[in-house]
């Protein structure tokens, strides 16, 4: 993910001095209340959505996302265009659409703060809008549950999507304004295909998506030289599968804060004395507690209420990891029992390392300071490989590391997007339930393989396993 918001504001700009026209059927969005039952229908028939909880990502004034709720979705939207969501949000008050609710903020903010967290998730003529179109995709990838859809829709890059989506339907028909698209920002199939399989997104189906000018009829073929859809799925193992338990297991992978080290001491003081340097009140360390896995997001949040898309967050976030930085080994210890439990693991012949969200930058300092980590054989951090949990990548980067398959590891962790990262990887799960566990987690929810309340009882599960 991209620490900056991946928006342009041209785009935004040039999408909120329009968005008063969102629900106007003879409007510049005309093409978009045409083709949409179209989409509708295809995504519908691939991936049934009612009763399904569904994102849609730059949802703009509500048109598809209004028109899921109405098949009987739940549905979120999601825009940085202000204006829009604020059409969105009157249209479904006015047409009494249940099931549809709106966020101004960014894929890449909601992927951090709900991963895996939904059924289907759709990208429609939003890619080719953004400066980072990969990142979006990711984003996307970490938003859906294992086993779930995600749809994206945008405009081919060739001389025919030229002449037809950009010369004709803006130039020469005036069906979109002018300046609509830029061609350079046009997408390949083969582009988003390799953005999809870099996500851990298994491509499914593609369409092509063809139109008559003078009928105003649209409809779906192999033709893809144009406008297309991509329908992509996130693999999932099911708990017990044959493809799970058929490796012996030869290591065991942790999280690091919260299931190994408890750091919630040093990072809620860091977190509570940028709050006292500016005249507020002292919170107490149990507040901070249960979100100190979530590192700078969890902790300003409890310190501040704000969000990763707040403006204000970076410069804040920079000033707490200096904060941290400065105190990060006061106060954090091992918990109780784990400096055992890698003894007995050690002693069973198995290898075993750390796969952590947390930067390099303060998981090195960490590790090298705390004696337990001397017999790691693999420590991953958040910024060793281009992605972080709940993508799976980390997971099969320790396995490579410690030279074993990634379905013959065991991944420990007090989160769900560890869950969810170690059963996209193939590796059996257990949920440390001791841990920090986010605000108001439910771990039976989470799908692991088994659950645990303190360390030394993996012990039991690995006589088991």
């Not at 399989?197 to 063809?210: C, F, K, N, S």
């Not at 902790?299 to 969000?307: H, K, N, R, Y």
Request: proline content about 5%; charged content about 20%.
């Amino acid at each position: 993910m991209t620490d900056n918001v991946n928006a342009d504001p041209a785009e935004l700009a040039k999408f909120s001095e329009l968005a008063h026209r969102w629900w106007d059927l003879e409007s510049e969005f005309r093409p978009l209340h045409e083709i949409n039952p179209l989409r509708l229908e295809w995504i519908d028939g691939i991936a049934p959505i009612s009763e399904r909880k569904v994102l849609d990502v730059g949802c703009g004034g509500g048109i598809l996302a209004d028109s899921m709720a109405r098949k009987g979705a739940d549905v979120l939207g999601i825009d940085l265009a202000s204006k829009a969501l604020k059409v969105a949000r009157l249209h479904a008050l006015e047409a009494g659409t249940a099931g549809v609710k709106y966020r101004e903020i960014s894929a890449e903010a909601l992927a951090a703060e709900q991963p895996g967290s939904f059924d289907v998730v759709t990208c429609m003529e939003m890619l080719e809008h953004v400066p980072e179109p990969a990142s979006i995709v990711r984003a996307c990838a970490t938003l859906v549950k294992p086993g779930g859809w995600v749809f994206f829709s945008t405009i081919n890059r060739n001389l025919k999507s030229f002449m037809l989506a950009i010369v004709g339907a803006e130039y020469v028909l005036g069906m979109l304004p002018r300046g609509t698209h830029e061609y350079a920002k046009l997408i390949r199939p083969s582009e988003l295909a390799a953005h999809c399989r870099a996500a851990g997104l298994d491509l499914r189906h593609t369409r092509g998506m063809e139109h008559n000018p003078l009928t105003r009829r649209y409809w779906l073929s192999g033709d893809t030289s144009v406008n297309y859809m991509f329908a992509t799925q996130k693999p999932a193992l099911a708990a017990g599968s044959p493809a799970v338990t058929a490796a012996k297991v030869q290591a065991v992978l942790f999280d690091l804060d919260g299931t190994l080290i408890d750091s919630a001491p040093d990072l809620g003081a860091a977190a509570d004395k940028m709050r006292t340097d500016r005249g507020l009140e002292s919170f107490p360390l149990e507040r901070y507690r249960f979100m100190a896995g979530a590192g700078a997001r969890g902790m300003l949040g409890v310190a501040f209420g704000i969000t990763p898309d707040a403006p204000e967050f970076p410069a804040l976030r920079e000033e707490f990891f200096v904060a941290y930085e400065n105190r990060m080994l006061l106060n954090t210890q091992v918990f109780d029992g784990v400096q055992a439990l890698i003894d007995a693991i050690c002693a069973r012949g198995l290898a075993w390392g750390v796969v952590t969200n947390k930067s390099a930058r303060f998981t090195d300092p960490l590790t090298r300071a705390i004696a337990l980590f001397d017999s790691a054989g693999a420590i991953v951090s958040g910024d060793t490989t281009p992605f972080s949990k709940p993508h799976p990548g980390p997971l099969h980067e320790a396995a490579r590391r410690l030279g074993v398959p990634s379905s013959a590891c065991i991944y420990v962790g007090d989160d769900e997007r560890d869950i969810i990262a170690g059963r996209a990887a193939g590796m059996r799960t257990v949920a440390a339930t001791y841990g920090y566990m986010g605000a108001q987690a439910d771990a039976t929810l989470w799908e692991a393989d088994a659950a645990i309340t303190s360390p030394l009882e993996l012990l039991q599960y690995l006589n088991r396993a």
